[in-house]
């Protein structure tokens, strides 16, 4: 919850420095998808989840079946099959999710390579979200945060510029030849 600074001040001659009295145990995740269809406006689709205390031993990031279900949902309300563009986190390569994968005739996946954040459209809207909903506050607890940050992606959802913006950023191309319904889609 330490909220990244974009700007601060201090004395002339001084280095600001900026106090945080501890890190939390908390933590949250958020997993997206940038859809992109020719022709009609670009989506934000996002589920943000919250740990809780991780002393207590709980799951630290999405499980493989919170995946499958966001990816569910997103099928159903987009009502077209899905290309998905995947980086290589471990739960997206996990033999369950892979069984899953090669059940669906609606979902097509292809995996980025290695250590290529630049490949993928999400990045740029965590960006926009640091650089924006997440800049110069202190967050008081989590639940403040969970509030920011759906606020700020909220807005994006509504700005499709922004989120086309992020896909042709990446120079992948946005035409797919197979079929005019497909909606190429990205993660996390």
């Given at each position: 919850m330490t909220p990244p600074?974009?700007?601060?001040w201090s004395r002339r001659g001084s280095t600001p420095v900026i106090r945080?009295?501890?890190r939390s145990q908390r933590r949250l995740s958020?997993?997206?998808?940038?859809?992109?269809?020719p022709g009609e406006r670009s989506r934000l689709i996002y589920r943000p989840k919250h740990h809780g205390d991780h002393k207590s031993g709980g799951r630290k990031s999405f499980a493989w079946s919170e995946y499958r279900n966001l990816?569910?949902?997103?099928h159903q309300q987009l009502g077209?099959?899905?290309?998905?563009?995947?980086?290589?986190?471990?739960?997206?390569k996990d033999r369950r999710m892979r069984a899953f994968i090669d059940a669906q005739d609606w979902l097509t996946v292809y995996h980025l390579p290695p250590?290529?954040?630049?490949?993928?459209?999400?990045?740029?809207?965590?960006?926009?979200l640091r650089r924006?909903?997440?800049?110069?506050?202190?967050f008081t607890d989590p639940s403040h945060l969970i509030r920011r940050l759906r606020r700020g992606l909220r807005r994006l959802q509504y700005r499709s510029d922004i989120i086309e913006g992020c896909l042709t950023g990446t120079g992948l191309p946005l035409n797919h030849t197979a079929?005019?319904?497909v909606r190429p889609v990205s993660f996390p």
């Amino acid at each position: 919850m330490t909220p990244p600074t974009s700007r601060t001040w201090s004395r002339r001659g001084s280095t600001p420095v900026i106090r945080v009295r501890s890190r939390s145990q908390r933590r949250l995740s958020i997993a997206a998808l940038c859809c992109y269809r020719p022709g009609e406006r670009s989506r934000l689709i996002y589920r943000p989840k919250h740990h809780g205390d991780h002393k207590s031993g709980g799951r630290k990031s999405f499980a493989w079946s919170e995946y499958r279900n966001l990816l569910v949902a997103a099928h159903q309300q987009l009502g077209a099959p899905i290309v998905l563009v995947w980086d290589n986190l471990n739960v997206h390569k996990d033999r369950r999710m892979r069984a899953f994968i090669d059940a669906q005739d609606w979902l097509t996946v292809y995996h980025l390579p290695p250590y290529a954040p630049d490949l993928n459209p999400v990045e740029g809207i965590w960006s926009i979200l640091r650089r924006t909903t997440q800049a110069n506050v202190a967050f008081t607890d989590p639940s403040h945060l969970i509030r920011r940050l759906r606020r700020g992606l909220r807005r994006l959802q509504y700005r499709s510029d922004i989120i086309e913006g992020c896909l042709t950023g990446t120079g992948l191309p946005l035409n797919h030849t197979a079929t005019d319904s497909v909606r190429p889609v990205s993660f996390p």
